[in-house]
């Protein structure tokens, strides 16, 4: 079976939607991340994509902005983990996700909501059912098993509190963006992801297997159960985002619309001296590793052990996955990060060698 026999590369305006409002509420740290993370050469960010966020602020009025910071927050992303349903559903559109939304029940609403980070627990419909009428066991839930800052668990603990306000808010925030924002660029979105669709199917299914690999970072050769889908995103430029639903059997990954450019064809040259010292001069990745040296661990444990939140330890899984030092393994139900003790070896020996030549 050929790789693009696995793949589903979906492709729909409604992830730049999304996307589109997580940039504009993010747009700083997203571009300091990504810097910090060293992709080769310092990465020259989109110039039309910085302006398009520059003008639409200036057009922002306070209660979009503090929706926008609710419900796309560079911590919690609630809105983010909705896209699962562009691909379950075949939405085509933001109007068609609008219309999705209105349909959706509070508690199939919630139900992605908690879906933010590192949460492994899949919910049903029913659970979150049940703690929406039961404020004691949402209370329990989310201080147990969401992994956020106080004021975004807080937040979380609102929705359950008054979920017609937080859908209505929520469907307020989405019509204005859409009616006064998105649709003005929604086709040169659209125009450039097209062409990068293109290329990334010319290139899946000339190099195969190992492309995917650098792709995603995680090996789907023996895997014949999950359906992978891929989706290409303007606003996401740079970045990436992994979903898993375990009970659907799906696995989607968000690829910013330059990532397979930098990333994975980058790869090698990822792999300097200077990137590799870096990667472990740092006592966070430092102890990531110990831990990692001891058993396979997947990211809500690390957030939970380390006092740490999602965005944290996501930064610095970053770090270490692209440079090779740790890889991701697909176990039961959950994804664990796992120390490529080989690699880390063969890697350090070959850096040093390097410098004393």
Known sequence: MGVMDKIIIHHSTAYDFLAGMYRLNNNEKLIAAKEELELGEKVKFNEDILNWVKASRMNLPQEIKDGLDLFFNYESFFGICLMNDIADKDIKNAVGFISHIEKLSYASILSSFLETGYNSDELTIEQVEEMLGSHKEAISFIEKTITLPSKQKWELLQFFLDPEGMRNRFLELLRWYNANIFMHAEKNAEAVVLKQEKELEKKLGVYGESYLKLLVDIDYSKSKERRLVIALSYYYEVS???????????DLHLLGYRYPELIAEGKHALL????????????????IIKLLSERPWYGNELAQKLKLSNSTISYHMSMLTMNGLVETVREDNKYYFSLNMDNVKKTLCDALDNMVK
């Open 240 to 250: 990436n985002l992994r979903s898993i639903r375990e009970c659907k059997g799906v």
């Open 272 to 287: 300097s001296n200077v990137s590799i010292f870096k990667a472990l001069a740092d006592e966070t990745r430092l102890n």
